[in-house]
Nanobody, 119 residues
């Protein structure tokens, strides 16, 4: 079983940056893909980015390319979401989740971290 803990959220002004961290433990992590999701109030959850620990999987939602990047640290079992030029509409709870590579369903979820962007 994989455990995930997010950190790095907070309050930032529009135009600012944040880096979210997802610490993963348990399981055979090199077989997993870590996804970043977000959910804003009264909106559906959406995928933001994804990165495999030992695979070439690297994805950022088209609407966020140029502002968000995803990276990994295989030694520390961390996946990062760098968010630049933040906008008010980026305000949401951000979650990291893990899925077995090749599978479509994310089975393990962190508790989430709040990101609030003020105007």
């Amino acid at each position: 079983q994989v455990q995930l803990v997010e950190s790095g959220g907070g309050l930032v002004q529009a135009g600012g940056s944040l880096r979210l961290s997802c610490a993963a433990s348990g399981g055979t992590l090199n077989m997993y893909v870590i996804g970043w999701f977000r959910q804003a109030p009264e909106k559906e959850r959406e995928i933001v980015a994804a990165r495999g620990f030992e695979t070439a999987v690297k994805y950022v939602a088209d609407s966020l390319k140029g502002r968000f990047t995803v990276s990994r640290d295989n030694i520390r079992n961390m996946v990062y979401l760098q968010m630049n030029d933040l906008k008010v509409e980026d305000t949401a709870i951000y979650y990291c989740a893990a899925k077995w590579r090749g599978k479509s369903t994310y089975s393990y979820w962190g508790q989430g971290t709040q990101v609030t962007v003020s105007s």
